[in-house]
């Protein structure tokens, strides 16, 4: 079934410095790709999602490009602020299982300092 | 707003008891997901339901038990059979019609065993 593998974290950085955090997937086809962020104590938001091969997700400064020849769709953001400290999940439909749910990546946790 | 709620915020269990976690939304979807998140991991799936009056096990069901009588609404009840319930727990819901699977989250209940 669909996969996929994020990058370990935590990521530390310092405010204005450049975020890549790495995502890959296994699916079959070319499913819908998303990116969630949860900031501490609450719940998922989605941050972008790029529903076919080639498209780019953008929302608050955060981007991510639908890579289909490197089954990748890494998250970048050219100047992270502290407000970005959160964990970021990378997600894709389940795979033909019926229940329209999401795999998720395991999290990485980014901690911006001043 | 539309959107998702849970109550409550916090929960703590007494050993052998059942308590049941609120999840309400006001999206109109069809689809609710339950999902379970434990420390440095990604996202479980407890339950789902796709229409009223229907709900399916997830990966993770054993010691948990939903309702879904209302469209709005769709409670988790965690029972004594659960051996280790303390963890962070978010409901999710999707438009049926969607063919990108986007799942809207709540901002989660976490529970903890005393």
């Known amino acids: 079934g669909n996969s996929v593998t994020q990058m370990e974290g935590p990521v530390t950085l310092s405010e204005e410095a450049f975020l890549t955090i790495n995502c890959t997937y296994t699916?079959?086809?070319?499913?819908?790709l998303f990116w969630y962020v949860q900031y501490p104590g609450e719940g998922l938001q989605l941050l972008l999602k790029?529903?076919?091969?080639?498209d780019k997700g953008s929302n608050k400064g955060f981007e991510a490009t639908y890579r289909k020849e490197t089954t990748s769709f890494h998250l970048e953001k050219g100047s992270v602020q502290v407000s970005d400290s959160a964990v970021y999940f990378c997600?894709?439909?389940?795979?033909?299982?019926?229940?329209?749910?999401?795999?998720f990546g395991s999290g990485t946790r980014l901690q911006v300092q001043p | 707003d539309g959107g998702i709620t849970q109550s409550p915020k916090y929960l703590f269990r007494k050993e052998g008891q059942n308590v049941t976690l609120s999840c309400e939304q006001n999206?109109?979807?069809?689809?609710m997901y339950w999902y379970r998140q434990d420390p440095g991991q990604g996202l479980r799936l407890i339950y789902y339901?796709?229409?009223?009056?229907?709900?399916q096990k997830g990966d993770i069901a054993e010691g948990y038990s939903v309702s879904r009588e209302k469209k709005e609404s769709f409670p988790l009840t965690v029972t004594s059979a659960q051996k280790n319930p303390t963890a962070f727990y978010l409901c999710?819901?999707?438009?049926?019609?969607?063919?990108?699977?986007?799942?809207?989250f709540g901002p989660g209940t976490r529970l903890t065993v005393l």
């Open positions: 790029a529903t076919k091969a080639d």
């Open positions: 999206l109109n979807h069809d689809a």
């Open positions: 997600a894709l439909p389940e795979e033909d299982t019926g229940r329209r749910a999401l795999t």
């Open positions: 699916a079959t086809g070319y499913p819908s």
């Open positions: 339901s796709q229409i009223v009056n229907d709900f």
């Open positions: 999710a819901s999707s438009p049926s019609g969607s063919s990108y699977n986007e799942q809207f």
